[in-house]
């Protein structure tokens, strides 16, 4: 059905994004009466927000493709039997969130069961104003304008992005972060991982390097960074047309992508991501 197509995906995970979104949004202005939960501890946060952006999410995709799966952060996983599959953040970047800060994102992503590959992605970041979409084949566009990786292949000139990571990883990254930090112009530590990889995708980032992430972080910015040209994987290598679905994910412009898993391969192994 015509539905089916990666566009049509594309626009269906648009508006399931920006219904979470005015969620999310709607509960800034009342942010002193969330009730905000420790999940795994104090790294680990979620809010009634998150929990009812993702209900908004599910809404609008099980009215538009009630025969597909659905995957979310919050409220888990519901089979389908389309042959395709939504996965789904409500807020990636809770932790910013909460703190009122810009740096969170909506991350909808589709995905075809049988071949496992992504066939549209969405993150939107609703502080920001700003969508990243990509549909299979159709590549990667910031705000209605094809957007590409940047063209960078000289370590000592790329801006890179990192996260933290999970805390039973927190020395490892350590590590990585200290063995980074001589070797590129310099790092950011966003608070959202989807986000992470939106910036690669258009540009705004020279490489990420995402450890200890969920498929809900990295579903839609993986195939964002793939359709801008740009490559993800884990620092085992790249599957080429799959993706990560969770773990320690490095993401960057061919010519950087390989540089920087080596040096972070040279700093020695981490405890086991997830
Ligand atoms: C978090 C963000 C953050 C990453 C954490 C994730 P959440 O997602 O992606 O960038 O460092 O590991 O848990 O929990 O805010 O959806």
Not at 51 to 75: K, Q, Y
Not at 157 to 176: C, D, F, H, K, S
Request: with cysteine.
């Amino acid at each position: 059905a015509d539905n089916r197509t990666p566009a049509a995906l594309r626009a269906i995970a648009r508006l399931a994004a920006q219904a979470g979104a005015e969620v999310a949004l709607g509960w800034r202005d009342h942010a002193d009466r969330l009730r905000i939960e420790e999940k795994a501890g104090p790294a680990d946060l979620v809010s009634q927000a998150d929990r009812e952006a993702e209900t908004a999410i599910r809404a609008v995709l099980s009215r538009r493709c009630p025969d597909d799966g659905i995957l979310g952060e919050e409220h888990g996983g519901a089979a389908g039997h389309s042959g395709v599959h939504w996965i789904i953040d409500p807020i990636d970047g809770t932790t910013s969130y909460l703190y009122g800060r810009a740096d969170w994102s909506v991350s909808v992503a589709a995905a075809d069961t049988a071949g496992d590959r992504l066939l549209a992605a969405v993150v939107l970041e609703p502080a920001l104003g700003r969508i990243t979409e990509a549909s299979a084949g159709d590549g990667t566009c910031l705000d209605g304008t094809r957007t590409t990786v940047s063209g960078g292949d000289d370590l000592t000139r790329a801006l890179i992005e990192v996260n933290l990571g999970t805390p039973a990883q927190r020395a490892y990254t350590g590590r990585m972060v200290a063995a980074l930090t001589p070797r590129v112009r310099d790092l950011r530590r966003g608070g959202s991982a989807a986000a992470a990889l939106a910036l690669v995708a258009t540009g705004r980032a020279d490489g990420a390097w995402l450890p200890g992430i969920h498929s809900w972080d990295c579903a839609a910015g993986t195939l964002l960074v793939q359709e801008a040209g740009g490559v993800v994987g884990d620092l085992t290598g790249v599957t080429p047309d799959t993706w990560p679905h969770s773990g320690d994910v490095l993401a960057g412009p061919p010519a950087l992508w390989e540089p920087l898993r080596r040096i972070l391969v040279a700093a020695g192994p981490g405890p086991q991501p997830l």
